[in-house]
């Protein structure tokens, strides 16, 4: 049955208890019958203290909140998810966001997937800053609508004066934010007054209450993409040779006979069928998770994206400007590979620079080299292969992103695609005929770069410096790339921060690449004292080229050695990024190899020679 | 019923779609998935919907259940016909230790005997198949305390559920990344309702265990709550004597720890309108949630689902 009303309204409430948000989701849950009786009873005959609830009414506020252990375990501050009836019909998804001023990462959260906003204002106690964080938030994260529910009208007398400026102060901001559509409803919670029902007390008031609003939304006329947009998740194999590309339409709509392109190769083929479960479709839309086939055989993926082909076909580019939502722990780290996930696609990316911090309270933006957690900033990002993405603007879908830690898989970002900066159709590696297979007939061995991470002063550079004289002997053309002399030129503008050590390791792992690719045998003496950073080194290289080698020596012995004198610096506290003492040495987790600095050097060059060498 | 403005099957469809797009990204991301099917209504939804995602392929993935060996007889009839029927690759986990213990409802608490013959049998099922994923019904309507559970749940080494660690969720893109220990708990009903849940299986015409629908059953009435004697391992007391009468179960688990409620719907229709008449939440009728205040918590936390 065709409807005009999109099924299930994916709202967000913002606002804090104070402003009376429990009481009006509370209010609206139970007056539109989404609770269950029993809970309800308990609402009525529950009182905290200092209620001035009458025996009898409902403390509608107790609906909604947590349990007392819950409220132990500090996750109060996270979303919650609600649903909610419509007398006609429609589902409301609640997503209730915490109003506490720290969280913008919830508020995030609850907004991304927002058609419509909620946002409280306590009429008595007028626009605060949260109220202008709520909405730089909203508008961020692309909620299309805001209703400013001003409550509380009760305790102002219903003075309309006084709503009218506050709405005007609030459409104000939402208008420099880029809030297509901004109503504002003068209500009460606590007294009933415009939540379900028309208020008796604000006759200056003419426009809909709160449920007749959600009741009748409709999405705006579209300012979204209509193109057809279908990442694939899952290729479905079945008896008969049957090959399908399962996934959900997230954009425009398809039927058999259209064209479609696979955005990541360029390839174009036919829709075939439109399989559901039940039987083909003749066409689907937005929403929908079907399963297409084409009409010949074309190379696609999980994590490929098929999309309308067209002169606006979305091409694939490796550098984007995008917001990043900082929800990590740790502050982002330049030049850190992360890993980027974007619907059922991930791929390693890296932060290359932040061009501002936002300020989300005044709007400002401020320059900034790192963002911590609860950070809303504009980025730079550089992917390991070109992927097909949209502005978030057109597709929330194909536009959003999170950043991956790749150590504790936590996420850590949530990623906004402003601009698609490099078409990587422009930049075509060239191919030459000269390759890594000639140089190694002409040199006689293949390149491979042998990776010396551990503490300052465990031995790294005086290995690497006996282990190449040997080969060196033996007739193996090599290259040391060592920390410090590596600072001196190349990185001589990168410090010691986390985000500077990425950067740092990350310039190493290419210019060894290169080399390696030129068929010299490299070995880098680099503290690298962070897994992740290691890691995305490793991943320029080929399985077999690059080998990580812990040089596993004890910290004291390391200090005794001091052939550089950090240590004394560093207990002098003239060296607070010092690794081993200020900064955290992340000991490799599963080397190719361990060397132990202590050992007799003769020993653990031949060990080390033998590894290089494939012996 | 009236002509609503938004047909209930558009909220279903989307509630649907919603489900399909979970299945297909967990059994594309994890490595070793595994659906828990647990014979009641959620479950036979959530297998119907994973046959609906995977179509015309078969199942990707096997299914575990765990069996207390207090099921209701007619659960595991149920449970075996529609493997049968279906060609699924069933697994069945059971506490082998507890069992040989001969621990029971009516010789532990129960909270202990759901601890040892649903919490320690659905970890070891999962550690000695080493699945990576385990797809369960939980819905977020069933309980206040589960309106924040994610759709992809986290579950750190050792099976322990860390409010702290849990991931937010943005769009429809899941973070399916695990580190060394770490497994994931999937709930693609998350926002279904209960009463979703009923319409859905009466739209699909869903096979459900016909527990769920009134007849007469024998049962004894202890502490006010009606226990079905399903079978002679019951231990009656003092005086006590079966009777029959009209019942259904809202919820099916063991049969000692199910309350039944009087009732006359025999059929889905039926009973959905007795549904949206009587209005009381769900785990009213469950035994093992009553024990203290927030019993659900601590259970998850030490791995139950």
Redesign the interface.
């Known amino acids: ?1 065709a ?1 005009s ?1 999109t ?2 309204l994916h709202l967000v409430t913002c606002g804090s208890v104070d402003d009376g948000k429990s009481t009006l989701i509370g209010r609206l849950l139970a007056e539109t ?1 989404s609770v ?4 309800l009873e308990y609402a009525r005959q529950t009182r905290r203290g200092g209620s001035t609830i009458p025996v009898g009414g409902i403390d509608f506020s107790l609906l ?7 409220r132990e ?3 109060t501050i ?6 909610m009836n ?1 007398p ?4 409301v ?1 609640i997503a ?1 966001a915490p109003g506490h001023e720290q969280y913008t ?2 508020m ?2 609850a907004a ?2 927002g058609d419509v906003a909620v946002l409280l204002v306590d009429a008595a106690r007028g626009v605060r800053k949260q109220t202008h964080r709520h909405l730089t938030v909203c508008a961020l994260m692309g909620v299309k609508t805001v209703v400013i529910a001003v409550n509380k009208m009760d305790l102002i007398d219903y003075d309309r004066g006084t709503f009218e400026q506050l709405v005007e102060e609030i459409k104000a901001t939402a208008s420099r934010l880029g809030v297509p559509q901004v109503v504002a409803i003068p209500l009460s919670a606590f007294a009933g007054e415009n939540v379900t029902a028309a208020s008796t007390t604000m006759p200056w008031y003419d426009g809909p209450h709160l449920l007749e609003f959600l ?1 009748a939304w409709v999405p705006l006329a579209d300012t979204t993409s209509s193109t057809f947009r279908f990442p694939v ?2 290729v ?4 008969g040779n ?1 090959r ?1 590309y ?3 339409v ?1 954009a425009g709509e398809i039927s058999p006979g259209d064209e479609i392109t696979v955005a990541d190769s360029g390839r174009t083929a036919i829709i075939d069928r439109i ?3 039940e039987k083909d479709l003749a066409k689907a839309v937005a ?3 079907v ?1 297409l086939t084409l009409d010949h055989e074309v190379d696609v993926t ?1 994590g490929d994206l098929l999309a309308a082909s067209g002169p606006d076909l979305v091409q694939p580019a490796d550098r984007f400007g995008a917001d990043l939502v900082w ?1 990590g722990e740790e502050p982002l780290a330049h030049g850190r590979s992360y ?1 980027l ?4 696609r ?1 791929v390693p990316a890296t932060v290359t620079s932040v061009r501002f911090q936002l300020d989300v309270e005044s709007g400002f933006e401020h320059a900034a080299r790192l963002l911590n957690m609860n950070d809303v900033g504009r980025v730079e990002i550089a992917t390991d292969k070109p992927i097909p993405m949209d502005p978030y603007a057109l597709c ?2 194909t536009g ?3 950043l ?1 830690d790749r ?5 850590v970002a ?1 990623g906004l695609v402003r601009h698609v900066m490099r078409r990587a159709f422009n930049v075509v590696p060239h191919t030459y005929d000269v390759d890594r297979e000639a140089r190694v007939r002409l040199m006689g061995h293949g390149g491979k770069v042998a990776w010396l991470t551990g503490l300052p002063g465990s031995g790294k550079s005086t290995i690497a410096d006996a282990t190449v004289a040997r080969l060196h002997a033996m007739g193996v053309h090599t290259y040391v790339l060592d920390g410090d002399n590596v600072r001196t030129g190349l990185n001589k503008d990168l410090g010691f921060t986390p985000e500077d050590r990425a950067e740092n390791v990350r310039r190493v792992a290419e210019v060894g690449k290169l080399m390696s690719d030129a068929g010299l045998v490299v070995l880098v003496a680099l503290v690298s004292p962070y897994r992740g950073d290691r890691a995305a080194a490793r991943e320029l290289f080929s399985e077999g080229e690059f080998l990580e080698v812990y040089v596993d020596t004890p910290v004291e012995v390391c200090a005794e050695r001091d052939p550089k004198g950090l240590y004394a610096k560093a207990a002098a506290g003239n060296l607070p990024n010092m690794t081993g003492r200020g900064q955290v040495y992340e000991v490799p987790e599963h080397p190719d190899l361990i060397l132990h600095g202590t050992g007799d050097l003769d020993a653990t060059v031949e060990q080390l020679a033998k590894a290089i060498l494939g012996e | 019923m009236t002509e ?8 279903l ?6 489900a ?2 979970i299945y ?2 967990t ?3 994890f490595r070793n998935p595994v659906l828990l099917y647990s014979i009641g209504k959620d479950s036979s939804v959530l297998l119907h919907l994973a ?8 199942l990707p993935f096997p299914v575990m259940h765990i069996d207390t060996t207090w099921k209701f007889r007619e659960m595991i009839e149920f449970r075996d016909l529609r493997a049968e029927q279906l060609g699924l690759d069933l697994r069945i986990a059971k506490n082998e230790a507890a069992i040989a213990e001969g621990v029971s409802p009516f010789t532990h608490g129960t909270h202990e005997y759901t601890r040892l013959m649903k919490t320690v049998a659905l970890r070891e099922g999962i550690d000695k198949f080493g699945f990576d994923a385990a797809i369960g019904g939980a819905r ?2 069933e309980e ?2 589960r ?2 559970e994610r759709i992809f749940s986290l579950r750190e080494p050792g099976h322990r559920w860390d ?13 399916t ?3 060394e220990g ?1 497994s994931m708990r999937v709930f693609p009903l ?2 279904w ?1 209960e009463l979703d849940v009923w319409r859905y299986i009466e739209r699909e015409v869903i096979p459900i265990p016909s527990l769920y629908l009134a007849k007469p059953r024998p049962v004894v009435e202890r502490d006010g709550v009606l226990i079905m004697v399903d079978d002679d391992r019951f231990p009656l007391r003092e005086g006590e004597q079966a009777q029959m009468r009209s019942v259904r179960f809202r919820t099916l688990g063991c049969y000692p720890l199910s309350g039944a409620v009087e009732s006359t719907a025999d059929t889905i229709a039926d009973l959905i309108a007795e549904m949206e008449s ?5 785990r ?1 009728g469950r035994l093992i949630d009553g024990e203290g ?2 019993s659900m ?2 259970k998850k936390a030490e791995g139950y689902f």
Not at chain 1, 64 to 70: K, P, Q, V
Not at chain 1, 88 to 91: A, V
Not at chain 2, 163 to 175: G, H, I, L, S, V
């Open positions: 049955m409807t009303l099924p299930v019958g269950p009786g029993d809970q909604t909140d947590g349990l007392e252990a819950e375990q500090g996750i996270d979303v919650a998810y609600r649903h419509l006609n019909g429609r589902r998804l209730d990462r919830n995030a959260v991304s997937n009741s998740q899952f479905v194999r079945a008896e049957f399908g399962a996934g959900t997230v399989v559901t479960y929403g929908q998770a399963t999980r929800l890993l996930v974007s619907g059922s991930s929330r879908d959003g992103f999170l991956v150590v504790t898989a936590d996420t949530a | 609503l403005a938004v047909p209930y099957i558009a909220v469809d989307e509630l649907e779609a919603e399909i797009h297909r990204e059994a594309a991301a046959l609906k995602a995977f179509a015309p392929a078969p977020r309507d206040r305390s309106a924040k409010p702290r660690k849990q991931r937010p969720e943005f769009w429809r893109t899941a973070n990344t695990l580190s770490q998350s926002n309702t009587s209005n009381v939440s769900e009213a205040g927030s918590e601590s």
